[in-house]
Nanobody
Framework: EVQLVQSGGGLVQPGSSLRLSCAAS????????MSWFRQAPGKERELVAR????????NYADSVKGRFTISRDNAKKTVYLQMNSLKPEDTAVYYC?????????????WGQGTQVTVSS
């Protein structure tokens, strides 16, 4: 059974830090690009950060560049999102995503979501 189990969300003050984790099982983690998305109330889900299967390439939304860092540990089958200098506009439900495309099929898995609230 494929599972992406997230942890690490919560309520923090502006300027604080949080680290989200997403532990994978049931598929070959090292073959998948991993991403973090977020969805704020009344808004569409947006891509926050992506890391390649080997970890050598990362991409970030402009809104989080310089503040968030995505990383992965393929031995532990876990992807992380380190969030620093948090702002109220970072408040959202965060989702991890695993994706792999072959010539005939696309594989796409999602975590359960975790709430991050930034408020004073």
């Amino acid at each position: 059974e494929v599972q992406l189990v997230q942890s690490g969300g919560g309520l923090v003050q502006p300027g604080s830090s949080l680290r989200l984790s997403c532990a994978a099982s049931g598929f070959t983690f090292s073959n998948y690009a991993m991403s973090w998305f977020r969805q704020a109330p009344g808004k569409e889900r947006e891509l926050v950060a992506r890391i390649s299967s080997g970890g050598g390439s990362t991409n970030y939304a402009d809104s989080v560049k310089g503040r968030f860092t995505i990383s992965r540990d393929n031995a532990k089958k876990t992807v992380y999102l380190q969030m620093n200098s948090l702002k109220p506009e970072d408040t959202a439900v965060y989702y991890c995503n695993a994706r792999r495309s072959t010539w005939s099929k696309e594989y796409d898995y999602w975590g359960q979501g975790t709430q991050v609230t930034v408020s004073s």
